[in-house]
């Protein structure tokens, strides 16, 4: 392409540093903002002064920060969730199930010890809490090891055994906590029986303690991959399955692992949203939406380029702007669904952004000078 | 990176002109640039003393140009005759199958291929899909037909039909291109001149007759060259490997490896001849554990090993290069430090506590790269930024460096150049010279031959014969690859 004296081609990349890949996507946020502003143009908003609402409310505001947290947890387990089987070469299309399983698993803790409905318990919660948390993680690693396990053993196809559960679980949730069901609340609302006030999970400076956990699980998946044995493993089956068969390395072990460490940290996220996150504590009735908000782990891992260090500022951003969408929305009483058009504009750009992560458009001038002027630099 | 610099060369009528050189040396390039898949920076090709311009394929197959892909570009579920036709401008409406099929009935007779038109590509041999891909070039008219390497797939008898059927094309007045990388009998069996390519220039061009094998690696590889390996007797030592009636199936289901016996010593070649296909690739694996066996017995120094997995045979001292690299022996997108950890991930002197000292593998990846000459920016380059035969040299001496009991080399210098194909087989005599048994499976019948102080043709899953290297005969070993026994008369 030509204008003026200037020539333009596609140059491959040969290697792109975390640097570069970082400014490749802030560069992509700002434009994807920009296009989105067009929506509040055509609603008639100013778009700065909209976007100075969603931001301090998403991340300065005391009413808004602690929401966009609690989101950002959940959005961070997710990713995390996605991004172990993602390093294996696999797609982990089933957080929401293995988010519902892992909700419903703390709940059935609760109707164990016989304290569904109840409002109040004897029972410590220095054991039920630890008890929750592990059910949680084991539920949800129970359903992701199904995938893992036909994976490995008989190499059916992930997707469609994740995606094929999130259904499953999705009306097994149904089941149990509406009219009739185990786990359903006394007042027959449609939702489940709420955690006893003392079994709520204890808070710090407006933020929960699961936030502890996962950001030391990015922090640990990091580390895992990089320098651990099992992380080599999982790589090499990632890039290579046969040459990983080749090494030695068991074509049937590292599907279920990855799947059963995601599923882990998925219903881990289950326990986090609804015996948490101040304010809900029981599983609530739009609990599809949060199996919704769970593929966006796959958005975020994506994003992240399977870096889980990565995915901490982007789970953080997503969290805030859903949290800032949905605020701006009534605010400025624009019609449902700005939050949601507004992360789909965000993830379109992000995605369409990744070509600068394999070429670079270099620039010449006609008397032969070579200006690289990459988008961005 | 410049691939071809001022090339000058010409093409007679009638005449087998080959193209000779290294794997690096251009061929590539100019083979694409000649078939117009590539553009050339600068310079001009003439047909018939006109001045062409190639923007793409289709001009040069308009011009007379006709190319044999290695890898075969062909159609696999569709019939011999309608791969012919394909792209052929009259078939671009109504097809007229039956006067097709007569016409390159013709073409056949013409030239002595002996094929079926109404069978399905995916079921016919190498030989038999590069006959395909000559009568669909000629089909559609070529003049000047250039061969990519058109006996690295061939068994030989397959090689001395197309060598017949090259010759009976030139009498016709057909120019014959082929390009060839280092079978140098070929070279000389076949061709009128040869052009010989260094570095992306043209060395020089003569005639066939006045060259021999000798000059004409000297003049590919810029030095002289020592074809004949000595091979250095070792004392022969304890029994290594053991493989009792082993049978295993083959990825279609089929018997692929038939009740196959033998032993391996310390200090020992044992050497598998054979056409690719007849059991080599599955008698690998099932040694490696790679492969479910359906019955037999291996035993490791004694040890009984048939149901251990690849990772315990590892360990156990089986140290396998596969003839695969890209897609089983590396990978492409790991640092060379991390395809080196391939075979030392495992090893506790590598690792603490489940966590690998990479900065130890980084030592042993830049000792290798020293030691073994590997051609590269440094460790930290990707596998796929290495050319064939420094990716080889990589996985050999991430293999050997583990001092192996047992050394499983499958197709080692597969596709190398002469400088590389002479250091392997060098290693693989220092690994012999180590005590190592070395298990050698090679379609190169020359290459088993010089190395091997045993040798077992192979056809159709099971050993013809396990004959002693002293003994050895060329032509009946050769014989037993195609499953024939010749009488002592005969030879």
């Known amino acids: 392409m030509k204008i003026g004296s200037y020539q333009f081609k596609l140059e491959q990349r040969a290697s792109l540093t975390g640097w570069r890949a970082a400014s490749i996507s802030i560069f992509a946020i700002v434009v994807a903002l920009v296009l989105f502003s067009l929506i509040f143009i055509f609603a008639g908003i100013n778009p700065l002064l909209a976007y100075r609402e969603i931001f301090s409310y998403a991340f300065f505001n005391p009413f808004g920060l602690p929401l966009t947290l609690n989101r950002f947890i959940f959005l961070l387990l997710c990713s995390c969730a996605f991004i172990i089987p993602y390093r294996a070469g696999l797609w982990n299309i089933g957080m929401t199930g293995q988010f519902y399983f892992g909700s419903l698993a703390a709940f059935g803790v609760l109707y164990v010890f016989g304290i569904g409905g109840a409002s109040e318990t004897q029972i410590s919660a220095w054991l039920l809490i630890p008890l929750m948390l592990i059910a949680a993680s084991l539920g949800g690693a129970f359903l992701g090891s199904i995938a893992g396990f036909m994976k490995g053993r008989f190499n059916v196809n992930e997707i469609v055994v994740t995606m094929m559960l999130n259904f499953i679980t999705f009306w097994l949730v149904s089941f149990l906590i509406k009219e009739g069901g185990l786990f359903m609340n006394p007042g027959g609302r449609g939702e489940s029986f709420e955690l006893p006030n003392s079994l709520r999970a204890p808070i710090f400076l407006d933020v929960t303690f699961t936030i502890i956990i996962a950001l030391g699980a990015a922090v640990l998946l990091f580390y895992m991959f990089a320098r651990t044995k099992l992380g080599y493993q999982i790589r090499a089956y990632g890039k290579n399955p046969e040459a990983a068969s080749y090494a030695g390395i068991s074509k049937f072990r590292i599907p279920l692992l990855v799947f059963i460490m995601g599923g882990a940290l998925a219903g881990f996220a289950g326990y986090h949203y609804f015996a948490a996150v101040p304010g809900v504590y029981k599983i609530a009735r739009n609990y599809g939406f949060f199996g919704d908000l769970a593929f966006y782990g796959i958005i975020c891992g994506l994003i992240s380029q399977g870096n889980p260090l990565a995915a901490i500022p982007v789970a953080f951003l997503f969290g805030g702007l859903s949290i800032g969408g949905r605020f701006v929305q009534g605010k400025l009483g624009m019609s449902f669904g700005v939050d949601f058009a507004l992360l789909g504009v965000l993830m379109i750009t992000l995605v369409a952004f990744q070509f600068f992560y394999r070429y670079k458009i270099v620039c010449f001038k006609k008397q032969e000078e070579h200006l690289d002027v990459g988008i961005p630099h | ?491």
């Not at chain 2, 791969?83 to 078939?91: M, Q, S, T, Y």
């Not at chain 2, 074809?227 to 049978?247: A, N, P, Q, Y």
């Not at chain 2, 690998?284 to 492969?291: D, F, K, T």
């Not at chain 2, 597969?414 to 190592?436: C, H, P, S, W, Y």
């Open chain 2, 1 to 491: 990176m410049i691939a071809n610099d001022q090339i000058d060369f010409e093409i007679k009528a009638g005449e087998i002109h080959a193209i000779l050189g290294e794997n690096g040396a251009g061929k590539t390039t100019l083979m694409k640039i000649l078939f117009g898949e590539y553009q050339p920076d600068e310079g001009e090709i003439y047909i018939s003393r006109k001045l062409v311009n190639f923007r793409s394929c289709l001009d040069a197959i308009d011009l007379g140009i006709g190319m044999v892909h290695q890898h075969r570009k062909l159609v696999p579920a569709h019939s011999v005759i309608e791969n012919i036709i394909l792209g052929h401008p009259r078939a671009g409406t109504i097809l007229n199958i039956s006067r097709a099929e007569k016409e390159i009935n013709e073409l056949c007779q013409k030239y002595g291929f002996n094929i079926d038109l109404k069978a399905k590509v995916w079921q016919l041999s190498e030989g038999e899909k590069q006959v395909v891909e000559i009568l669909k070039a000629l089909y559609r008219g070529a003049e000047i037909l250039i061969l990519d390497e058109p006996t690295s797939a061939l068994a030989p008898t397959e090689t001395e039909k197309l060598l017949e059927s090259i010759k009976a094309m030139a009498k016709d007045d057909l120019a014959i291109v082929p390009f060839i990388t280092h079978k140098l009998p070929i070279v000389l069996a076949i061709s009128d001149r040869v052009t010989v390519l260094r570095r992306g220039r043209v060395v020089s061009t003569m005639d066939t007759k006045d060259a021999t094998e000798r000059s004409l690696a000297m003049e590919m590889v810029g030095r002289e060259v020592i074809f004949r390996l000595e091979r250095t007797e070792v004392e022969k030592g304890e029994t290594i490997l053991e493989v009792k009636d082993l049978s295993a199936l083959s990825n279609k289901g089929l018997i692929a490896l038939d009740s196959v016996s033998f032993s391996i010593r310390e200090g020992e070649i044992f050497g598998i001849a054979g056409i690719a296909g007849n059991g080599q690739g599955e008698l690998v694996e099932a040694l490696a554990g790679l492969r479910n066996l359906e019955g037999g017995k291996i035993l490791l120094d004694g040890q009984d090993i048939t149901q251990s997995t690849a990772l315990e045979r590892w360990q156990a001292g089986i140290g396998y290069i596969p003839a695969d690299r890209i897609h089983v022996g590396s990978i492409g997108d790991f640092s060379l430090v991390e395809n080196t950890a391939m075979n030392y991930y495992f090893d506790e002197a590598y690792s603490r506590k489940g966590t690998l000292d990479y900065d130890k593998i980084r030592s042993l990846t830049e000792e290798i790269i020293t030691e073994y000459g590997v051609l590269t920016p440094g460790p930290d380059t990707t596998a796929k930024s290495l050319s064939g035969g420094n990716l080889q040299k990589l996985i050999l001496a991430r293999v050997l460096s583990r001092k192996p009991r047992l050394v499983i080399a499958h197709l080692p210098t597969q596709g190398l150049d002469i400088g590389a194909t002479e250091f392997v087989r060098n290693k693989l005599m220092e690994a012999k010279q180590e005590n190592a048994g070395i298990l050698l499976i090679s379609e190169d019948l020359d290459e088993v031959l010089s190395l091997s102080d045993r040798v077992a043709p192979i056809y159709e899953g099971r050993f013809m014969d396990i004959i002693p290297g002293h003994e050895v005969k060329r032509e009946s070993v050769g014989a037993m690859c195609a499953g024939i026994y010749l009488d002592e008369e005969e030879v």
